[in-house]
RNA sequence: UCCCCCUUAGCUCAGUUGGUUAGAGCGGCUGACUGUUAAUCAGUAGGUCCUUGGUUCGAGUCCAAGAGGGGGAGCCA
């Protein structure tokens, strides 16, 4: 070890070099004892223990080692004579790197609300907790580049700011740089867009799928992976404005190539989640438990965290159309003695989530795919089945979440796809290059989203969106 | 956007049918102790009871409006 270099704290805990003169900092977790410091550095949720001698200590410097401050040790890695762990540092000078003014300082060293951390979201990253949702985070995210890359797909940047309106995925949030207060009008009194940034009217993204298509029509499969912007005034532990999305798009897959792709994602997804992220899945498992116990015993998870992602992985997810799914639903107890709020009655209507809860939590009891939708509840881009009802749409329901992945079969019929766009009085002039793609080279092809931050959630076991994204942004909400 | 719930010390919460000076645990501070594991022990400070208005002899408690937060629904990922 390079004299004078800074070790960090994971890998001193799976090296453990007793009797190695070490450097570390980090920020104190508790001080016991005027002896004991609980010290971490994000390196992993495991704190490594210093022991100071508090009697050769400054003891100016002995006071300002406060939970929260931030401090460099050096010292010599010894084994431990206490029982909650192997090895500690003898420390034999301390350093303040950072103060933290113990009677301001709002984090304590004992169980906070998470209402209570996501009003000091820039802080509350130093909780256990959120040290290992963002650790899980990251390995998602790499988990996901990793996937794809191993199966030849190309990661594609679509932009952020985009000029179409035409998806119809949600409200969008406006990008211009006119004076709100008083903005160029034309003669006969209409904001100007013409004069705006970029001459016309411009949002933000709700999605990249329309833009990643054309990539996929040139280097087969590809995939976004980046931020999405929805202005919809939704309030739910599963919605945020601003999220981020992983769009696959593959060429010559078929709905039901899409369907066993979208599968295999979330298995390896998980899977890899479990074999990275073992002590921090192992602490939000525990978490999970405890939280459990203050609810009533109905609301309760038949399995825990680790179980959950261990079944995920192992157990085939259930692929039925929409139509078997209409007949389970219309035959199950809770429609036939009408303890449904949305009563299934007929061929066409839309599932509300209580109806695919039940799918998913009662009925099968596993994840479920439920693919080819009637095609007046979704969107133009679908392709059109030969029954002439129905489009090559799935949905991926997951316990708990409700829908993570949505996707379809893209329409690659010129005439089919022009056709329905006249139908739903969509502004073509928009989408002429949508259009194109139908018009050179066309090819079946087909693609799904899959929100992060819920997959995020499913991982991590966290019961809202907002716990698993460091700082989420929702109607009436953008602090920090 | 709709429905429901919550707001009392820095944090988590008690606070009886409306009644004198609003409490506890944790945290902070002071001291003791010194191989602790959210250390322990003793002492101590700390309050716009979310805001505004109303009812009442009297409001933390009842009523109305507003603000903030949460849960559910819809929209979806």
């Known amino acids: 070890m390079r004299p004078g270099k800074r070790t960090k704290i994971n890998e001193l805990l799976s090296t453990a070099p007793v009797g190695e003169k070490v450097i570390v900092k980090g920020w104190v977790r508790t001080f016991r004892n005027n002896q004991f410091i609980a010290l971490n550095d994000g390196s992993a949720l495991e704190n490594i223990q210093v022991v100071v001698n508090y009697e050769d200590l400054d003891p100016s410097i002995l006071k300002r080692i406060t939970t929260g401050s931030c401090v460099s040790i050096t010292g010599e890695v010894v084994e431990s004579q206490g029982k909650g762990q192997k090895?500690?540092?003898?420390?034999?000078?301390?350093?303040?790197?950072?103060d933290a003014d113990a009677e301001k300082y709002p984090l304590q060293p004992k169980k906070h609300t998470l209402e209570f951390l996501r009003k000091i979201?820039?802080?509350?990253?130093?909780?256990?907790?959120?040290?290992?949702?963002?650790?899980?985070?990251?390995?998602?995210?790499?988990?996901?580049?990793?996937?794809?890359?191993?199966k030849g797909f190309y990661n594609i940047h679509t932009p952020i700011v985009t000029g179409s309106d035409a998806e119809g995925a949600g409200e969008m949030f406006r990008v211009t740089t006119l004076d709100p207060a008083n903005p160029v009008k034309?003669?006969?009194?209409?904001?100007?867009?013409?004069?705006?940034?970029?001459?016309?009217?411009?949002?933000?993204?709700?999605?990249?799928?329309?833009?990643?298509?054309?990539?996929?029509?040139?280097?087969?499969?590809?995939?976004?992976?980046?931020?999405?912007?929805?202005a919809e005034n939704s309030n739910t532990?599963?919605?945020?404005?601003?999220?981020?999305?992983?769009?696959?798009?593959?060429?010559?897959?078929?709905?039901?190539d899409t369907m066993d792709l979208a599968e295999e994602f979330l298995k390896y997804l998980a899977n890899y989640a479990l074999a990275h992220c073992k002590s921090d899945l192992e602490f939000l498992d525990k978490r999970a438990t405890e939280e459990e116990k203050s609810k009533p015993q109905v609301e309760r998870n038949e399995l825990s965290l680790l179980e959950r992602l261990q079944f995920v992985v192992t157990n085939s997810f259930e692929?039925?159309?929409y139509t078997e799914a209409i007949d389970i639903l219309r035959n199950s107890k809770p429609n036939k003695k009408k303890k449904f709020q949305y009563l299934i009655n007929e061929w066409g209507a839309d599932l509300q989530s209580e109806h695919e809860r039940f799918l998913v939590e009662k009925h099968f009891k596993r994840p479920v795919?439920?693919?080819?939708?009637?095609?007046?509840?979704?969107?133009?881009?679908?392709?059109?089945?030969?029954?002439?009802?129905?489009?090559?749409?799935?949905?991926?329901?997951?316990?708990?979440?409700?829908?993570?992945?949505?996707?379809?079969?893209?329409e690659e019929r010129y005439d089919v796809l022009k056709q329905r766009i006249e139908e739903l009085d969509i502004p073509e002039k928009d989408l002429w290059w949508y259009l194109e793609l139908r018009k050179f080279g066309s090819a079946p092809h087909s693609g799904f989203g899959l929100g992060f931050e819920?997959?995020?959630?499913f991982i991590t076991g966290m019961e809202n969106i907002r716990d698993v994204i460091p700082f989420p942004r929702t109607p009436e909400s953008a602090e920090f």
């Open 319 to 321: 692929k039925i159309s």
């Open 121 to 150: 979201a820039h802080l509350r990253v130093r909780t256990n907790t959120f040290g290992a949702i963002y650790r899980v985070r990251h390995a998602m995210i790499f988990a996901v580049h990793k996937f794809f890359t191993e």
């Open 237 to 256: 532990s599963r919605h945020l404005a601003e999220f981020w999305m992983i769009e696959p798009e593959m060429a010559f897959y078929d709905i039901h």
């Open 87 to 98: 090895i500690e540092i003898t420390a034999k000078k301390v350093d303040i790197l950072g």
């Open 186 to 230: 034309t003669d006969s009194g209409e904001v100007d867009y013409s004069k705006d940034f970029f001459g016309k009217e411009t949002n933000l993204t709700v999605s990249g799928q329309l833009e990643v298509e054309t990539a996929c029509l040139a280097l087969s499969d590809v995939y976004t992976f980046g931020p999405t912007f929805r």
């Open 369 to 410: 795919i439920l693919y080819n939708y009637p095609k007046n509840i979704k969107a133009f881009y679908m392709r059109q089945n030969d029954d002439d009802k129905t489009v090559a749409a799935m949905d991926v329901l997951f316990p708990g979440i409700g829908e993570i992945i949505g996707g379809s079969q893209r």
């Open 454 to 457: 819920r997959l995020i959630q």
